[in-house]
T-cell receptor, first 109, second 115 residues
Framework: ELKVEQNPLFLSMQEGKNYTIYCNYS?????LYWYRQDPGKSLESLFV?????AVKQEGRLMASLDTKARLSTLHITAAVHDLSATYFC?????????FGAGTILRVKS | DTEVTQTPKHLVMGMTNKKSLKCEQH?????MYWYKQKAKKPPELMFV???????INESVPSRFSPECPNSSLLNLHLHALQPEDSALYLC??????????????FGPGTRLTVL
């Protein structure tokens, strides 16, 4: 059974600094997803990572995947306030997404 | 059109009521999903439809009854719910499993309150 663990669960960030969220998964997952959720809103797809060594970047966010270590990271560069949200990683088990617990990001001025 | 729509946005119902949640997508996706999300928790999968057939039921109580009338529509029929069923109900759709990019696109959700 696929299990997905994220850490940290809460991240208080200062504007302008860099941070990383880690996502470990327990068994083979042929895709790794990152989603963002704003309070009271739905989930927005950020990245889909398909293969070992995959790296994708969008603005201040960069996601990478190491399938051998069963680890994905979401790197935040020079945090800004509008990045405050909850970020979920998810692995795939057949037609099911298995989500991590989520990381709450808060950016302080 | 890259949108999943859900109605209603908010629903308040009593424990004896019958109501339905609706979800629609026009992206040509052949897999559709219902999730339940409690506050500060990740979404929990409830049901998966693949090519309009129910393929996964995550041991959901029978007071929740899904229906997929066609490839664009997904309903969730609710009957005799309990207060602990209050949550955000999210619908999602994706390309079939075998497609390379079968990321799930989520609708805005229905905020359900059971009194």
């Amino acid at each position: 059974e696929l299990k997905v663990e994220q850490n940290p669960l809460f991240l208080s960030m200062q504007e302008g600094k860099n941070y990383t969220i880690y996502c470990n998964y327990s068994t083979t997952s042929d895709r790794l997803y990152w989603y963002r959720q704003d309070p009271g809103k739905s989930l927005e797809s950020l990245f889909v990572l398909l293969s070992n060594g995959a790296v994708k970047q969008e603005g201040r966010l960069m996601a990478s995947l190491d399938t051998k270590a069963r680890l994905s990271t979401l790197h935040i560069t020079a945090a800004v306030h509008d990045l405050s949200a909850t970020y979920f990683c998810a692995g795939r088990n057949g037609n099911k997404l298995v989500f991590g617990a989520g990381t709450i990001l808060r950016v302080k001025s | 059109d890259t949108e999943v729509t859900q109605t209603p946005k908010h629903l308040v119902m009593g424990m004896t009521n019958k109501k339905s949640l609706k979800c629609e997508q026009h992206m040509g996706h052949r897999a559709m999903y219902w999730y339940k999300q409690k506050a500060k928790k990740p979404p929990e999968l409830m049901f998966v439809y693949s090519y309009e057939k129910l393929s996964i039921n995550e041991s959901v109580p029978s007071r929740f009854s899904p229906e997929c009338p066609n490839s664009s529509l997904l309903n969730l029929h609710l009957h005799a719910l309990q207060p602990e069923d209050s949550a955000l109900y999210l619908c999602a759709s994706s390309q079939p499993l075998a497609w390379t990019y079968n990321e799930q696109f989520f609708g805005p959700g229905t905020r359900l309150t059971v009194l």
